[in-house]
């Protein structure tokens, strides 16, 4: 009985921030493609679902997010790396890349920075602290290829999801965030 | 050794997955629906043609009202500001666009869209707004260029910079045949270029490597030593308690 008590309350806590971040995610794709929406409002939805996603990571200490300080160097570098990573396929295939403008280009990063914390930071420690590191790669990579189905193309998901597992085995296997975080904002600022 | 084999595998996997849609993985500034080609480059796969569109302006106390036509598909969109028509003895003003069936490539320009050929029966007396979605097939546009004829002559009629991802805009003092595209050089399309072109992505993934193997290597052998290190001094401690 005991031990079912204790298991409740972190089972209850990461459906709860599964829901919260499926529900903000498909919110802001569901304004993002609002016909002939103006690019302030645009800017603003996607800012303000950031921040909203954002918002699920408060409370946590930094070293459950993966966000300590130790190997900075290391960190930003392999930031780099998923960030090469992640644009490779498009810059070999040398298509279109347009350069965002500067609302667009904030609005990436508060996306890309509210994503991270969200699903390989919150989410993530949720599921750990629930089912050990399998159930939080396996199911912080459902639930972000799952948030992206209202804004992608179905022919899109399987790069989605891969990309999921990507940055949540990095962030098991380096024990950190703030290279995902990094590589995710590069990929969203160049794409 | 298992967490970065299990990395690696996931490297390769998100290079296949996103090798097989272009541009791979993006959030949410993409395009939205394929592209309808008149002329589908190679890469495109199933294509569906491209939709023309119809549009009435209305005629309000002999002034053309605000209004826009844009094609079925959505790949360009015409607006018009109220008086941006001449409505005298009219009541209401069509607009209709189509798309060309043939892809002209003038010389010097290289199109990545389809054209288009905007006529209204009225003419135009204030500026139009002109918006025209491209593919993320072919490199972005730098300008949309206009022409009273398909042959030419084709002029720039520039593009402004806060459009939406995908999308090219600008304002025209006339109506006629449009498209987007960009100068071109004596670099190939497809190939990269820098500035104007926005292909900077190649670059951005060299520096992106460059870094990482100049800073990332050097930091690393760094660390594996400083520890190589430790261990040294602890296994020398562990045997100097082990003699006294």
Redesign the interface.
């Known amino acids: 009985m005991i031990s079912v008590r204790n298991r409740a309350h972190p089972a209850v806590r990461a459906v709860l921030v599964g829901a919260y971040i499926l529900c903000v995610e498909w919110a802001r794709?569901l304004i993002?493609?609002q016909?002939r929406m103006a690019?302030a409002s645009?800017v603003l939805s996607?800012i303000l679902g950031g921040v909203a996603l954002g918002l699920v990571a408060v409370g946590w200490p930094a070293d459950r997010l993966g966000l300590g300080t130790s190997?900075i160097?290391?960190r930003i570098?392999?930031g780099?790396?998923l960030?090469?990573?992640?644009?490779?396929?498009?810059?070999?295939?040398?298509?279109?890349?347009?350069?965002?403008?500067a609302?667009?280009a904030a609005a990436?990063v508060a996306?890309?920075l509210g994503?991270e914390l969200a699903f390989r930071g919150a989410l993530y420690a949720a599921l750990d602290e629930l089912g050990g590191a399998p159930l939080a790669i396996v199911g912080s990579t459902v639930l972000w290829t799952a948030a992206?189905a209202l804004?992608?193309?179905p022919?899109?998901l399987?790069?989605?999801?891969?990309?999921g597992?990507?940055l949540a085995?990095?962030r098991?296997?380096c024990r950190d965030l703030v290279a995902p975080v990094i590589g995710?904002v590069?990929?969203?600022l160049?794409? | 050794m298992r967490?970065?084999a299990?990395?690696a595998a996931?490297?390769v996997?998100?290079?296949?997955?996103?090798?097989?849609?272009?541009?791979?993985?993006?959030?949410?500034?993409?395009p939205?629906?394929?592209y309808n080609w008149t002329c589908p480059p190679p890469q495109a796969g199933a294509n569906l043609k491209p939709s023309s569109g119809h549009a009435d302006i209305k005629v309000i106390g002999g002034v053309s009202d605000a209004g826009s036509a844009f094609t079925n598909d959505?790949q360009i969109v015409v607006g018009f500001l109220p008086g941006a028509l001449d409505a005298t003895g009219k009541t209401t003003i069509s607009v209709d666009i189509t798309p060309l069936p043939t892809c002209p490539q003038p010389p010097g320009i290289r199109f990545?869209t389809n054209v288009y050929h905007v006529v209204a029966s009225a003419p135009l007396v204030k500026r139009a707004s002109v918006v025209l979605v491209?593919?993320?097939?072919?490199?972005?546009?730098t300008a949309i260029y206009q022409a009273a004829d398909p042959a030419g002559p084709w002029r720039s009629i520039g593009a402004a910079?806060?459009?939406?991802?995908?999308t090219i805009t600008t304002t025209s003092a006339s109506l006629g045949y449009f498209a987007a595209g960009y100068p071109q050089t004596t670099a190939a399309s497809?190939?990269?270029r820098i500035g104007g072109g926005?292909?900077?992505?190649?670059i951005?993934?060299a520096i992106?490597?460059a870094?990482?193997l100049l800073?990332?290597l050097p930091?690393?052998m760094l660390?594996r030593r400083r520890a190589h290190g430790e261990g040294e001094a602890e296994e020398d401690e562990a045997k100097a308690t082990s003699k006294s």
């Open positions: 794709a993002a493609t016909p690019i645009l996607l190997r160097g290391l570098i392999g780099f790396a960030g090469a990573v992640l644009l490779l396929p498009a810059a070999a295939r040398s298509g279109a890349v347009p350069i965002l403008p609302g667009l990436a996306i890309s994503e992206h804004s992608h193309p022919e899109f399987g790069a989605v999801a891969a990309a597992l990507l085995l990095w098991w296997a995710h590069i990929a969203d160049a794409l | 967490r970065p299990l990395l996931a490297v996997t998100y290079v296949v997955a996103a090798w097989m849609v272009a541009p791979g993985f993006y959030d949410g500034f993409g939205q629906q394929p959505g990545v491209y593919s993320n097939l072919e490199p972005a546009p910079r806060d459009a939406m991802p995908f497809g190939v990269l926005s292909q900077v992505l190649p951005v993934v992106l490597i870094v990482v800073a990332g930091l690393a660390r």
